[in-house]
């Protein structure tokens, strides 16, 4: 499993190095929300915050507000130093499209 995540982590960095080659390009959250997944997954909450906060960067595809407030709330938890409740936040946003038929 870790050899999948590892080819599902370097094959979303190349979409995601190759959308920002675009002058805009709204929806990379294709790459984002499997980036997002595996920071969680390796414990790499730096790298979470970093995704969502583009997750939820006003130039790109809006996402529903419930799941945008989640990861506002992640963000604002990580950045406030509480990592185990950031963390919790995050899984939860992860899991927020799956559970709501979103994606």
Not at 21 to 39: F, Q
Not at 48 to 56: P, R
Not at 74 to 102: C, H, M
Request: charged share 25%; with cysteine; proline share 6%.
């Amino acid at each position: 499993m870790e050899a999948d995540l590892e080819q599902a982590e370097e094959f979303a960095r190349q979409a995601q190095a190759t959308f920002r080659k675009t002058p805009v390009y709204p929806v990379l959250s294709v790459c984002l929300w499997p980036l997002l997944a595996i920071s969680l997954h390796k414990n790499q909450l730096d790298q979470a915050a970093e995704h969502a906060e583009i997750l939820i960067h006003p130039g790109q595809h809006r996402n529903p507000e419930t799941l945008e407030a989640e990861l506002r709330s992640a963000i604002d938890l990580y950045k406030g130093g509480e990592r185990d409740q950031s963390k919790g936040r995050f899984e939860t946003a992860v899991q927020w499209p799956w559970n709501t038929d979103y994606f």
